[in-house]
Every structure is written in C-alpha cells, then in structure tokens.
C-alpha cells in the first residue's frame, strides 16, 4: 500500500483544514486508516482512526473538532480539521494496515506527511 497525504498549510486559529490521503492497492476496504502527527521536538501523537467497517476513534486533544472519514471509490481518507489551535502545529501522517490500533508501531504502511501550522 503506498500512501500520498495532501492538505496541509498555514491557518488562523479557530479556522479549518481537510487533510487527504489517497492509498494505492487493492486492499483499501480490509484496511483501517489512522493519522497520527509529530510536533518538533515531541514524540508521534495519535489523532484519530477509522476501521474498515467505519468505526472511528480520537485522540482526546481533538475529539469534538476533528472528523476523521473514508472513501472506498476513492480509496482516500479525509481528517476535517476544526476550530484549530497553535498546539495542533504538526507533521500530520496518514498510516494504514490491517489491524490498526492507537498505537504508530502497529502500522506498517506510512503516508510522507503533510505540515500543518496554526497561527494565533
């Protein structure tokens, strides 16, 4: 699975960004979709995840602001950023496997990253 993550961009605080990330292959309905993301000089943070039934989970710093989506014709996922905040300043990476968690080890297939910054 190669993955190809766009989206990002300089943003006010209290705006919006939608992060994309188109996957290649086949097997994008028997793989669940996550994006993680990594601020200078901190560790990989999860943000969110959707399963490959469409169950979603976030990271308590973005539940209620962030929506995290899938779809299967255009094998893409989507995270709509809301009401951001300086502190989301981030690299934000997609990732994907077959059994996805909340945890950056467990995935075996990494987008490049995408940089968001937010401006107060």
């Known amino acids: 699975v190669q993955l190809q993550a766009s989206g990002g961009g300089l943003v006010q605080a209290g705006g919006s960004l939608t992060l994309s990330c188109a996957a290649s292959?086949?097997?994008?309905?028997?793989?669940?979709m996550a994006w993680f993301r990594q601020a200078p000089g901190k560790e990989r943070e999860f943000v969110a995840v959707?399963?490959?039934?469409?169950?979603?989970y976030y990271g308590d710093s973005v539940a209620g602001r962030f929506t995290i989506s899938r779809d299967g014709a255009k094998n893409t996922v989507f995270l709509q950023m809301n009401s951001l905040r300086p502190e989301d300043t981030a690299v934000y990476f997609c990732a994907a496997d077959p059994t996805g968690s909340y945890y950056a080890t467990s995935y075996n297939y990494w987008g490049q990253g995408t940089e968001v910054t937010v401006s107060s």
């Open positions: 959707v399963s490959r039934s469409g169950s979603t």
């Open positions: 292959g086949r097997i994008f309905r028997s793989i669940d």
